[in-house]
């Protein structure tokens, strides 16, 4: 990196999904430069390796190469733990397409009243009708073909063949049918509540389409215009008065180096956008002076409104006819969407994801689960920094679950997905059923490597050579003593269960929230930029001010595409950077 950079039109700080789609549009303007500056390494088509490639995603998020090795947060807000939860690692993309490289692939949308609700909290120009538009465009899904899909975009949607499903996840959806739950087809169709085929993000050859490979393919990577920078943070932004002129940056190994820039987009995700704000000087001004940093720009809301979408699960036994025996394919084989009792309760408010393998290993194998997700949360946590320095990972508490209804839920969850794996006609093929999470120990237990994969390969005949003993194995190993039975019977019991145990979906999200100029806690306007400052926006999920009943990679990329056309539309008014 030389000393002499020459300014760029667009500089985009992040290449996760939305910094790639960004990158893509905006450089479809051959006048206009771009450099996209990415912290992690290149991923191409041909460059993905094997875990990342594969449509089987149970091992990417577990490579710290993969991830931000020491990125940590405090998962829990319920007031009925055990004393201050630790901070668990959070596993966050740190390669170029972000989560799109280690995520589940899991192509989901959520309701377009989500998308209403953003404009109706204040975001201008955002609306169900202007999102569905951008979810047509930057798809091409390859079953349906209506007003709800795309057919042309750079990332690929199906789902998984009737054949290819796993029996056990056969006969869950048997069973939730039996019971009323209504069977459809397209869950990105109509929002209704019922049981679906799973959508995911995987190319006609089978293997994972992050958004580094869906949209910067080889002929984008050729334009002139386009420079893509791996292995570089990005340390703070600069200004002149209140306007953004830039960043700082640092290739490993080299001296920083500022880049000057007609406008600076922001694009490093729901955790690590408003840290780099926050160490700009952009953010609440008492937090910032107590750190050191001078306050350039006053904005309470920098940071706050963090979100995610609560998890608990229950998993059952799977004897050798219901294994799943492709283990190359996509676990996440089906889903129920439904409303939940609270009073009020959103449409499709709840989440179900069926998965006919749990982890990668032999004891994965061997468990069937059922993962259940508060769809639409209402707790909110906040990102804080711990430093100015930038080598030093910021404070994340999510609190989940500290508003009541979203415990209300997960409880009514829990219990649900225990009636159903417990249902005589599963009861007839399955094993014990029992609850789980992803803790730490399981963690650790769950990293590859060869002393763990000869535990979890020894453990896993035991089970299978158990008979009897097998439910005793289970609640002595694997539950640590924990019974469904006694949980289910003890509400209060259940309560501290689920506290302890919750986690989240990596769906971090909302702390650099849209709203209106008047809204004390509203960091960007709907076009994504910086209230009170010209020459900066903020393009991805951090900005997303209410959560959408969705997984949100779709939703960021698709929040992403219609940011590229503001964007583009300003610069043809001559408004680009203000």
Request: net charge neutral; charged share 25%.
């Amino acid at each position: 990196m030389t000393r002499n950079i020459q300014a760029v039109d667009y500089l985009i700080l992040g290449g996760g999904s939305a910094g790639c789609v960004l990158a893509a549009r905006l450089s479809e303007d051959p006048s206009k430069t771009v450099l996209l500056i990415e912290a992690g390494r290149d991923i191409t088509r041909d460059s993905m390796p094997k875990d990342i490639r594969a449509r089987y995603p149970g091992l990417a998020y577990l490579d710290r190469a993969n991830i931000w090795p020491t990125l940590e947060a405090r998962i829990s807000g319920a007031t009925n733990t055990k004393g201050k939860q630790a901070p668990r690692l959070y596993e966050q993309g740190r390669v170029l397409g972000g989560g799109s490289a280690i995520n589940a692939m899991v192509a989901n949308r959520g309701a377009l009243d989500d998308y209403d609700e953003w404009g109706r909290i204040g975001a201008e120009g955002w609306d169900g009708e202007t999102a569905l538009r951008y979810f047509r465009k930057l798809e091409r899904d390859v079953d349906f073909d209506n007003e709800y899909h795309g057919k042309d975009g750079p990332i690929p949607v199906r789902r998984l063949p009737a054949n290819k499903v796993s029996r056990f996840v056969q006969a869950v959806k048997r069973t939730l049918v039996a019971q009323g739950y209504p069977a459809r087809d397209d869950q990105n169709g109509l929002w209704e509540d019922g049981v679906f085929p799973a959508c995911i993000t995987v190319s006609d050859d089978g293997h994972r389409v992050p958004a580094s490979v869906g949209y910067l393919t080889d002929e984008v990577r050729a334009r002139s215009n386009l420079t893509i920078q791996t292995g570089t943070h990005a340390l703070k932004l600069t200004f002149d008065g209140k306007r953004v002129t830039g960043a700082v940056v640092a290739r490993d190994g080299e001296d920083p180096c500022p880049i000057p820039a007609g406008e600076t987009l922001v694009t490093m995700g729901g955790i690590h956008s408003c840290a780099l704000l926050l160490r700009s000087g952009i953010g609440p001004a008492e937090e910032l002076q107590s750190l050191g940093i001078c306050s350039r720009h006053d904005l309470a809301g920098v940071g706050k409104n963090l979100m995610e979408h609560p998890l608990i699960a229950v998993s059952t036994y799977l004897p050798p006819a219901l294994r799943m025996q492709d283990l190359e394919e996509h676990h996440d084989q089906a889903l129920l969407r439904y409303t939940s009792s609270i009073s009020d309760a959103e449409a499709g408010d709840m989440h179900c994801a069926i998965l006919g393998r749990t982890a990668w290993h032999g004891i994965g194998q061997r468990l069937g689960t059922i993962l259940v997700w508060v769809n639409k949360a209402f707790s909110r946590g906040e990102v804080r920094l711990r430093s100015a320095d930038p080598r030093v990972e910021p404070e994340v508490d999510f609190r989940l679950l500290s508003d009541p209804r979203d415990m209300e839920r997960l409880k009514e969850g829990f219990r649900l997905a225990a009636k159903i794996l417990s249902n005589p006609d599963l009861k007839q093929v399955c094993g014990p059923v029992f609850p789980t999470s992803y803790s730490e120990r399981v963690k650790r237990v769950s990293a590859p490597g060869p002393w763990n994969a000869f535990q979890l390969r020894l453990f896993s005949k035991m089970l299978d050579w158990a008979g009897p003993l097998r439910n005793l194995l289970i609640h002595t190993v694997v539950t640590m003593g924990i019974s469904l039975r006694k949980l289910l019977a003890d509400d209060r019991g259940l309560e501290e269960f689920i506290g302890n145990s919750v986690s989240g979906v990596w769906h971090a999200s909302g702390t650099c929230r849209m709203g209106a100029p008047d809204d004390p806690m509203a960091v960007t306007d709907g076009g994504g930029r910086v209230l009170g400052l010209d020459g900066l926006r903020v393009c991805d999920s951090s900005i997303m001010p209410s959560i959408p009943r969705a997984n949100t990679n779709l939703p960021t990329m698709m929040l992403a595409e219609r940011l590229a056309d503001v964007i583009k539309a300003n610069a043809d008014a001559g408004l680009s950077g203000t």
